[in-house]
């Protein structure tokens, strides 16, 4: 099975010759936790990333996502997926739209149509399970992208999303975006406060990591930390390997999400504290300047997608909060 690694949004495989892009394609995934945190360069945050365990999702791909990573002359593909699961949704049965040939029909919503079978039973798109990525790698195969819904379904699964969303407003669980809160900076400085210089030269001469030791300026924990977001592995031929019999739940995506969160947050903890215990008079200098520095924003905050289904007009709930595009004639900057 070929692989594409690192892949910028110009080695998606366009499936036909009258789109850019065919989204709407099935895929399976699994969340990348050591790419997730490999802009870190850190031994520590790579040791724990490569501790996680990973997980094979079904999800449908529903758009290229903008980032300001680059990868060569272009930009690293990023794209927003909803996940699909085997039975209907534990926490709120009703936030899912039924997928052919599945028999329970919960809001009196149709079965999902496509073009081909697919090799798991009961499956529903959850749709409180929705996040954006960075494609870590994908891997092809001989019927790569070959099974996809059509853009009259895609658009009756966004009016889904939107319409669940805010109606079960309680039970989303926020995957798709991770705020870094509280701030290094006050992590960092209640750190200090509370651990004895000791501690604080132990902590130094534990971590001979370059990362750390490189990051002698918060401006360069900030770089990092605003480059960071999850990183997932691609399947494009779910017939491949490593098909799953049982497919992961979409609700334990969020612990997977959150699990490389504290390892992101654990090294800006350690190496801001490691900056701070150098530099002990730059404490008076970040309590001056918290309220100062723009939060961290990840690539992925944008919401700018790229949607070339989307081009005949019409309004759709997403559109508020979604900009739209015009399909570029050459290329498109992510």
């Known amino acids: ?71 060569g002359e272009s930009y690293r593909l990023a794209l927003h997926f909803y996940l699909v699961g085997q039975g209907l949704p534990t926490d709120a049965p009703l936030t899912c739209a039924p997928i052919v040939p599945a028999t329970d029909y919960p809001d009196a919503r149709a079965p999902l149509e496509f073009n081909a079978a697919l090799p798991w039973d009961d499956l529903y798109v959850h749709m409180l399970y929705d996040f954006k990525a960075v494609a870590s790698r994908f891997h092809s195969g001989p019927n790569a992208l070959a099974v996809r819904i059509g853009k009259d379904t895609k658009r009756s699964l966004r009016r889904y999303r939107h319409d669940d969303h805010a109606t079960f407003q309680e039970h989303v669980p926020g995957i798709g975006f991770l705020e870094h809160t509280p701030s290094y900076q006050l992590q960092a400085i209640q750190a200090l406060e509370g651990v004895d ?33 999850p990183h997932v592995e691609l399947w494009l031929d779910i017939n491949d390997d490593p098909r799953p019999q049982r497919l992961g739940n979409p609700k334990d995506f969020q612990a997977s999400l959150w699990a490389v969160k504290k390892i992101w947050q654990d090294w800006e903890l350690r190496a801001t504290t490691e900056m701070l215990a150098k530099r002990p008079a730059t404490t008076s200098w970040l309590r001056g300047t918290m309220d100062a520095d723009a939060p961290e924003v990840s690539p992925l905050d944008s919401e700018l997608e790229v949607d070339p289904t989307d081009d005949d007009g019409s309004a759709c709930p997403d559109d508020a909060i979604e900009d739209r595009i015009e399909r570029p004639k050459d290329t498109v900057r992510l």
Not at 21 to 35: R, Y
Not at 198 to 226: P, Q, V, W, Y
């Open 197 to 229: 210089i000791d501690d604080l030269e132990s902590l130094s001469d534990m971590s001979n990591h370059k990362s750390i030791a490189s990051e002698s300026t918060g401006a360069g924990i900030r770089r990092k930390m605003g480059e960071t977001c």
């Open 1 to 71: 099975m070929a692989a594409v690694e690192g892949p910028g949004f110009q080695d998606w495989p366009i499936a036909g010759s009258d789109e850019l892009l065919a989204l709407g394609e099935f895929v399976l995934l699994s969340i990348d936790p050591v790419a997730s945190v490999a802009h870190l360069d850190d031994a520590i945050a790579t040791d724990e990333a490569s501790r996680l365990e990973r997980v094979v999702y079904l999800a449908i791909v529903m758009a290229i996502v903008e980032t300001g990573l680059e990868v």
